[in-house]
């Protein structure tokens, strides 16, 4: 089955009520086995890049200085990955940008196979956000591609996106925005909060959700709403990171509750990284802790020093740089190298496979409509005012 653009299926979640994790990938091996567990749970899958994971992909590992040419051949490599193990699914996959942070990011990911680009503005006044969101908008749903903008600010720290406090989305606002850039859906700033610290106990002003999703209906406007910084940061699982010699603190999730009960309120679309990363780290300090003789490995060893030399850490992106032509390409050159790849996978299908059946999209991949990027850019083309 062909990737699908992102639009089939927010109007999926939200005709039939269910919420749509999306699942960060930066490694083959993540994609490979983010696929295979949402056909397992028959839910539609979006797997989603973000901009400086592109860089990674693409053999940057100080992503954080990626350049432009970094990005487009790593959006490329994902894209080739989705594809190799997307094919011959069953279930509709969406490959998505998160966090494109200019025009040219969002085309190079484009060009490299992507279905969906989410254009970050929300650093912006109001009216340049609108501008350059409605750029992106013309430009991809040309192509059939489907555009998520983001309006208000989200604290916490993910990669190069940053704030030190939250701005709440106005909704108000965000029904004009919606309005002026036609974006197929927009990420609110509504108390959640990127990274791995979110603060106790936090709740939700899922009241932002209803305010803005009552106007779109009586406005005649589609529009998803995303939920971004949604991880829920399992304390088992930080427990566990601890208990084999982390150094991890401060840390709090969203909780699921919290999550559920923002989904009627019209959150269709819910952005998990931290899960994915806390819980393949794991994986790796476990194996390591299992088999001490793979601490000295010529292929694996040094995945072993890193970890030992970054106990305060938990993004598999720090660990995993010795081994970058499996992360890039998924070459598996020996059976120790297959085991941390085993770890990256069985990390991926924990936390997705929880989360696919706490928000409820399992069972829900037949819902969804097959919409080609070619059809979509037809019935793009139509609604355009
Ligand atoms: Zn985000």
Redesign the pocket.
């Known amino acids: 089955m062909p990737l699908i653009p992102l639009r089939p299926l927010l109007e999926a979640a939200k005709k039939h009520g269910f919420g749509q994790g999306a699942f960060n990938v930066n490694a083959v091996a993540q994609a490979k086995a983010a696929i295979e567990v949402h056909e397992m749970f028959r839910s539609a899958a979006i797997l989603q890049g973000?901009d400086l994971a592109n860089g990674f992909m693409g053999g940057r590992t100080d992503f954080m200085n990626a350049t432009l040419e970094d990005k487009k051949i790593g959006a490329k490599n994902i894209a080739d990955a989705v594809r190799k193990y997307g094919a011959d699914s069953r279930i509709p996959i969406v490959l998505h940008l998160?966090?494109g942070r200019d025009f040219d990011s969002c085309v190079a990911a484009i060009e490299g196979g992507y279905t969906s680009v989410?254009i970050?503005g929300s650093s912006l006044p109001f009216k340049d956000n609108i501008e350059l969101t409605r750029e992106v908008v013309k430009y991809a749903h040309a192509r059939g591609v489907s555009v998520e903008g983001?309006l208000g600010v989200?604290a916490g720290v993910?990669d190069h996106?940053f704030s030190a406090s939250s701005t709440y989305t106005n909704p108000l606002d965000a029904v004009e925005f919606f309005k002026k850039t036609q974006v197929d859906a927009l990420?609110i700033s509504y108390g959640t909060m990127?990274g791995a610290s979110k603060g106790k106990d936090v709740k939700l002003r899922k009241e932002i959700a209803v305010a803005i999703r009552e106007c779109l209906d009586h406005e005649g406007i589609f529009g998803a709403l995303v939920s971004?910084?949604s991880s829920t940061v399992p304390k088992y699982i930080v427990d566990e990171i601890n208990g084999l010699g982390g150094r991890l603190s401060n840390t709090y999730g969203i909780s699921i509750g919290e999550l559920q009960a923002a989904i009627p309120c019209g959150i269709s679309k819910i952005?998990v990284?931290t899960d994915i990363r806390l819980a393949v780290t794991r994986n790796m300090k476990e194996l390591f802790a299992q088999y001490p003789e793979k601490r000295a490995s010529a292929s694996i060893g040094p995945v072993y020093e890193l970890l030992e030399e970054k106990k305060d850490q938990f993004d598999p992106r720090a660990f995993l740089p010795p081994i970058m032509d499996t992360v890039m390409y998924g070459n598996v050159p020996d059976d120790d190298v297959a085991a941390i790849v085993d770890c990256v996978e069985r990390g991926v299908k924990e936390v997705v496979g929880t989360l696919i059946v706490q928000f409820g999209s399992f069972g829900k991949a037949s819902l969804v409509e097959q919409v080609t990027l070619e059809e979509m850019a037809q019935r793009y083309s139509k609604t355009r005012s």
Do not use: C, K, Q, T
Request: zero cysteines; glycine letters at 6%.
């Open positions: 973000a998160d966090h989410m970050d983001e989200l993910e996106v990420a990127h971004h910084g952005n990284d």
